[in-house]
């Protein structure tokens, strides 16, 4: 399954409470680009300079990490792809990676909401920097105030892409060059879509639905 939607979506959340309840995979091209940077890796280096400015970063850089996740992990394994495609460039890969392992897409999932409300979730979030958990200012603070359920660290930072201009960037990005691979999916039956103003348990079990109809 391939979740589509603009930053702030829902997507990372989605596929995480997905992951648990299906047995699938997730993989974030987000989170394994995050993962490079810290290890300072040369791609890691490469994919900052676009990041930090909200770009996307060159296809041949997003589909080598997820080229690299699959060929390490369980080939009989079914993936959340979370972030990946974002270009038609990568959906044309992604078929060709997904073949050669016998393996396709059964449904894209495409979470939309109004960029108003995008504007307002994304400018709120910031994450413990010891474990990854990430809060909202508004919608998900933590139990004891600065203090990370998770793991109980008193350090949180803001994602460098969830600073205000970079936001704006990210979004019009995915409205020129992500929007447009909606119908690469429709053409094929493969779309439908979800509402991500609905509660996330709400989003979840619409997914769920969806997916039981792909069995
Ligand atoms: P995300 O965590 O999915 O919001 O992704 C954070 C950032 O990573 C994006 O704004 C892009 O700069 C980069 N990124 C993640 N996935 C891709 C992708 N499939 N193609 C290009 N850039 C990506």
């Not at 603070?141 to 350090?155: A, H, L, Y």
């Not at 979004?171 to 929007?179: D, K, M, V």
């Not at 979800?194 to 069995?215: M, N, P, Q, W, Y």
Request: charged share 30%.
């Amino acid at each position: 399954m391939i979740l589509i939607g603009p930053p702030g979506s829902g997507k990372g959340t989605q596929a995480q409470r997905l992951e648990q309840k299906l047995g699938a995979v997730h993989l974030s091209t987000g989170e394994l680009l995050r993962d490079e940077i810290a290890a300072e890796s040369p791609l890691g280096k490469t994919a900052a300079t676009y990041m930090n400015t909200g770009r996307l970063v060159p296809d041949q850089v997003a589909v080598k990490v997820v080229v690299d996740h699959m060929d390490r992990g369980d080939p009989d394994a079914d993936y959340i792809l979370d972030g990946f495609p974002r270009t038609r460039i990568q959906a044309e890969e992604l078929d060709r990676i997904l073949g050669e392992r016998g393996l396709e897409v059964g449904k894209a999932v495409e979470i939309y909401i109004e960029d108003d409300v995008l504007k307002e979730r994304l400018t709120g979030r910031f994450a413990c920097v010891k474990c990854g958990e990430g809060y909202h200012k508004f919608f998900k603070r933590p139990e004891i105030e600065d203090v990370c359920d998770k793991c109980g660290s008193m350090e949180f930072d803001v994602r460098s892409d969830d600073m205000e201009e970079t936001i704006l960037t990210r979004l019009g990005i995915y409205h020129l060059e992500t929007a447009p691979i909606l119908p690469y999916y429709e053409n094929r039956g493969l779309l439908v879509k979800v509402d991500g103003e609905k509660s996330v348990s709400d989003v979840t079990k619409e997914i769920e639905l969806i997916l039981a109809d792909v069995g």
